[in-house]
């Protein structure tokens, strides 16, 4: 089974951390990475940018593009994607895209990658459902 | 992170929050810092074994108020002359319902703490000194280091401006939309100059440095409370790009580095990154402005691997519509660069000339000017400028740079023709 690992932290706090020590746990953190990497069992890591550089597209009939990130704690979060964009317009169209096809309400958080590592190619057993 | 680091993180990030909660409170900015010292220290006796709470900011505003009060009600009885008016602005303040913060609340709260910063009557100076100390809560002797003044002359400089807040009035009134919106442009513009005492620090000064850390910091904190504003995307996005040139600008014996010169890769791309996705957020709002159009000039520059892949006519245009939109020699001066790259020395040297009567005391005129004359190959009239250029500069790098260019002047005599 694969398990994703989701980040939670209070940005201001993070953000509040000098260069020295935001290195220092990004080195602990790449240790414990490695390991994993070394068994074989961890695949894309990324650290976003503060949500600041967050943008939302609310789906429904017309999208919606609002500032910042998604707020609201009605919906829960039910996966990801990452996509290759050259700017915030083509990530804009590509929400709007999947917004399109996926028919129900709900949102899309569109928030740029500070930084992406792939450890190695991971595959759920399972072939994926259509 | 070791917890106390945990907890100094978490006290430094509530820290504008709290304190601009407490004004709101006690409508005097020494009691609500006294409030939130005091908070702090419980904060500091409570928080390692019982854990930290889920909203620090909302524990230090509650347990600051309640010591506030009780300090208040303390020395009203030691005065023996209760101080009704102080009294009855606390009763509200005991309301259990002021103790949700709703979002706006907060983000008025904040607003106003940067602007009693911000008051006309204060110097720019001043300004940037009672920000640091009261909304980011660097200590008197930081600031004064930062400043290259005595702990002694900072603490009065900062006393004296904190009486020009109090006898001006803390506007307590919930703001209106205009109202609002001239704030926060007080307050962009207070934010930028916390930024530019950093950036303009010379060598060696690392404390000054970390001002235009602080500044970035306050630019997210805005861009929170407002997240579609436009021109604190490209307030934030301004001072990312130019910090991220941070490593690269000062080469090891302390002298600047031009941009043309400076080892790209030493240029922070994580910074970079964070600047261009916010002028990407800001382009959509199609609401060009000051700020915005300085970011996007950083942008051009941070997106060139290279200094000859520069796209300088996209600068040139750039500063033609900052021009419009703020109107000043200075910028005319930067377009008159942008100008020299592009098209040549010819037409920036026609754009410069007529801004001496308004520039003659500016380094960089001069600066600029000779460096016009030197391409054209007017040496005599190119050292005249750089002279008056190294009599006006503002740091012994800006006035070694010039002594170089003269030193090359002669050195290349009698013609001198050097491509851009």
């Known amino acids: 089974m694969l398990y994703a690992v989701l980040c939670y932290d209070r940005e201001d706090v993070v953000g509040a951390w000098s260069k020295e020590e935001d290195e220092a746990v990004m080195a602990r953190l790449g240790a414990v990475q490695e390991g994993l990497a070394r068994q074989g069992r961890i695949g894309p890591v990324a650290r976003l940018l503060p949500t600041t550089a967050a943008t939302t597209v609310r789906k429904g009939k017309e999208a919606l593009v609002l500032d910042g990130p998604f707020a609201e704690t009605k919906e829960q979060l039910l996966g990801f994607y990452i996509i290759d964009c050259k700017d915030l317009d083509e990530a804009v169209t590509a929400a709007r895209d999947l917004a399109a096809a996926s028919g129900s309400p709900g949102a899309y958080e569109l928030r740029p990658v500070s930084f992406f590592h792939d450890w190695a190619s991971l595959t759920t057993p399972e072939a994926e459902p259509a | ?420």
């Open chain 2, 1 to 420: 992170m070791t917890d106390l680091g945990w907890i100094e993180a978490s006290l430094v990030a509530a820290r504008p929050r709290a304190v601009g909660a407490l004004l709101r409170y006690f409508r005097d900015l020494d009691l609500a810092e006294e409030a939130y010292q005091d908070a702090c220290l419980k904060a500091l006796q409570a928080w390692p074994s019982k854990g930290p709470p889920r909203d620090p900011a909302a524990w230090l505003i509650f347990v600051g108020r309640n010591v506030g009060v009780d300090g208040v009600r303390k020395r009203a009885r030691e005065q023996d002359l209760p101080d009704e008016s102080a009294l009855s602005d606390l009763s509200d303040a005991e309301d259990p319902a002021a103790e949700r913060l709703d979002q706006s609340d907060y983000r008025d709260d904040v607003l106003r703490l940067l602007f009693v910063c911000c008051h006309p009557d204060l110097p720019a100076t001043q300004q940037v000194a009672l920000a640091l100390r009261i909304v980011s809560g660097l200590s008197v002797r930081q600031i004064a280091r930062a400043f290259l003044v005595t702990e002694a002359a900072m603490e009065q400089r900062i006393t004296r401006a904190k009486r020009v807040v109090g006898q001006a009035g803390v506007p307590f009134e919930t703001p209106g939309a205009v109202e609002r919106a001239e704030r926060l442009g007080a307050v962009a513009a207070m934010v930028y100059l916390v930024f530019n005492e950093g950036y303009t620090a010379p060598v060696g000064q690392e404390d000054r440095g970390g001002l235009a850390e602080e500044a970035i910091r306050l630019g997210r904190l805005l861009l929170r409370l407002f997240p579609a504003e436009p021109e604190i995307m490209g307030l934030l996005a301004l001072m990312l790009l130019q910090h991220a040139r941070a490593a690269a600008r000062f080469s090891a014996d302390g002298s600047a580095v031009l941009l043309d010169d400076q080892d790209r890769s030493l240029w922070d791309p994580k910074l970079i990154g964070e600047g261009l996705a916010l002028m990407d957020k800001a382009l959509r709002h199609a609401r060009p402005g000051p700020y915005q159009v300085q970011a996007a000039i950083a942008a051009l520059h941070a997106r060139a691997p290279r200094p000859e892949q520069t796209d300088w006519a996209g600068i040139e245009a750039l500063y033609a519509s900052l021009e419009r939109l703020e109107p000043s020699p200075v910028v005319t001066l930067n377009r008159a660069v942008a100008v020299m790259k592009a098209r040549g020395p010819e037409e920036a040297l026609a754009l410069v000339e007529p801004l001496e009567p308004r520039l003659s005391s500016y380094f960089y005129f001069h600066g600029l000017r000779g460096a016009l004359l030197k391409q054209l190959g007017r040496a005599r009239e190119a050292r005249l400028a750089f002279d008056q250029a190294v009599s006006l500069a503002n740091t012994p790098a800006e006035a070694a740079h010039i002594r170089a260019e003269i030193e090359s002047l002669v050195d290349e005599q009698p013609r001198l023709r050097r491509s851009s």
